[in-house]
């Protein structure tokens, strides 16, 4: 039951304001999260590793009802090949009704499940063909003039520059030798080094919501107040706002103010999702800027000398408006899934990261020693909020590939509920070295002054933790005499990795046949 089901049937009977509190326990059991999801594939693929063909079905759980469950198996979809090119592809997303809670949006909207499972794919190919994993992905990145399974032809991709930049940031070649050394030297901790790239679609898959309103006003002391259609989170969204219209008037920014986010100022406005609120709001203020700078034209070329609170006190006694409305909507987008048609993505923000692990094989237990990301985000507005972004999603992401685990009855109740039951990333789980790089000299001129967005493309990026964990584990069971490719599902909490790291202990627990027994908990 949703929560706001019991305040909603409790006022017609009762004639007054109800409200229902709820502890995180209660929350828990009635809130949606992310939806999990399961992907059955097929490859193939040449002797070198080069793509050919892929079959990807995907399941999610969307709970008991629809929720945003159809936009968010479209993104899936859509991000199922990750960074790299397929020539052939068929993917089939299946939405599942379950006894579960509703699932609903959460960072990522689905792209990170399905790429994992293309990275799944990538992985095994590695093993079959006795390659580097990293290899494999390196030899079918995506290139500018490549087409996507959408059909949408790449233009200003930096796949490969990102990559060759966060290999050599990271000495990455040097520490897997020395990630190899170690693993011969101890039986009982084991290392692993993953190297694994992302590119992730930016513009809601629904076509209407790419819009956004603003309204500036300037004040006869010059001062400028701003509102827009975003929502401020912690993002940084106003600062980079402010900062926007400081260019487009050419203004200091301690004029400029932002009001909070109000429809009796902005209407109809979109949700701050989809990494797009930078993109469409801060266009929209451009385009409210524009006119306020063509109405001071006249004034500006009378007096050139003068300054901007001159400017703006003489529009004042000439009677020029001192405020406009803007808006923007993303210009050649649409995608028809019908005919496999359109532009699905106003562009694409691509990264790679390398992240080293240490596991503990007799606990399962597991630390990140070090992580590398190089980002491509255009020019950036403020790197000082991108990098911060950068490090926020990733850590993200480390809940969502090794620690946030959902525990199940079979009759749809929840366990792991409360924080006592459902661990979040704490500050020990911060990667001891943490570098994040901006790539340079990328400008991407389909969005505002050249940026790129930053709030979910680099969630994903995590899954080098989730890849290194499972490269540390196949070191384990080569010592223990087991080789070959071996299924490992997300999150890789301390059970699963100490349960993969097959030894005498582990092996006095077989798994029973399936039929046989009623389960205590369902993964999902």
């Known amino acids: 039951m949703q929560q706001s089901t019991l305040p909603f049937c409790s006022y017609p009977r009762l004639k007054r304001p109800v409200r229902a509190m709820f502890d995180r326990d209660e929350d828990m059991m009635t809130s949606g999260g992310r939806h999990p999801f399961y992907g059955k594939y097929k490859a193939a693929f040449d002797p070198d590793g080069k793509m050919l063909a892929l079959i990807v079905d995907l399941y999610a759980n969307a709970g008991y009802s629809m929720d945003l469950t159809t936009s968010l198996v479209d993104r899936a979809m859509f991000h199922v090949q990750n960074a790299c090119f397929v020539p052939n592809i068929t993917v089939r997303g299946h939405m599942c009704r379950t006894n579960t809670v509703s699932n609903t949006a959460f960072r990522g909207f689905g792209g990170p499940q399905g790429m994992l499972v293309g990275e799944a794919v ?19 990145l995506f290139k500018t003039g490549l087409s996507t399974h959408y059909n949408q032809k790449l233009e200003y991709c930096t796949l490969t520059r990102c990559w060759d930049e966060c290999s050599e940031m990271s000495n990455f070649e040097e520490r897997k030798q020395q990630v190899d050394l170690f693993n011969r030297k101890n039986r009982w901790r084991k290392r692993g080094i993953a190297l694994v790239p992302t590119m992730f679609g930016v513009a809601f898959t629904s076509l209407f919501l790419n819009q956004a309103g603003a309204l500036v006003i300037v004040y006869r002391d010059g001062s400028v107040l701003i509102s827009h259609g975003g929502i401020e989170m912690g993002q940084g ?7 926007v219209a400081s260019r487009a008037l050419d203004i200091p920014t301690d004029l400029i103010h932002v009001s909070e986010t109000s429809t009796d100022k902005v209407p109809n406005t979109s949700a701050t999702a989809a990494s797009a609120g930078s993109d469409l709001n801060g266009m929209a203020i451009i385009d409210a800027c524009n006119k306020i700078n063509e109405a001071l034209k006249p004034i500006k070329e009378s007096n050139p000398k003068g300054t901007w609170q001159d400017w703006v006190n003489t529009a004042y006694f000439s009677r020029v408006s001192l405020f406009a409305s803007g808006f923007y909507k993303t210009p050649d987008i649409g995608y028809n899934m019908a ?22 094989c007799l606990t399962g237990d597991h630390q990140v020693l070090r992580t590398d990301i190089v980002m491509d985000l255009g020019e950036s507005i403020n790197p000082a909020i991108d990098v911060g972004q950068v490090e926020g999603a990733f850590m993200q992401g480390l809940g969502m590939f090794t620690i946030e685990e959902l525990i199940w009855s079979p009759e749809g ?24 790089s901006l790539l340079k000299g990328a400008p991407n001129p389909r969005a505002v002054y050249s940026s790129k967005a930053v709030g979910e493309p680099p969630l994903f990026l995590a899954s080098t933790i989730f890849f290194a964990i499972k490269e540390a584990v196949k070191s384990a069971r080569k010592d223990a005499g087991i080789d070959g490719w071996f299924r490992f599902d997300s999150p890789a909490t301390s059970a699963r990795i100490r349960m993969a790291c097959i030894d005498d202990i582990t092996k006095k627990f077989p798994k029973p046949a399936e039929g046989t027994y009623k389960p205590w908990n369902i993964p999902l």
């Open 122 to 140: 990538y992985e095994q190919i590695s093993v079959v063909l006795g390659k580097p994993a990293e290899d494999i992905r390196r030899l079918n």
């Open 237 to 243: 969204l106003h600062t980079k706002m402010i900062q």
């Open 339 to 360: 005919t496999n048609s359109g532009r699905a993505f106003n562009y694409h923000t691509y990264g790679v990261a390398v992240s080293e692990v240490e596991i503990d």
């Open 413 to 436: 109740t929840l366990y792991s509920r409360g924080p006592g039951a459902y661990k979040i990333p704490g500050f020990a789980d911060i990667p001891i070295e943490f570098n994040v």
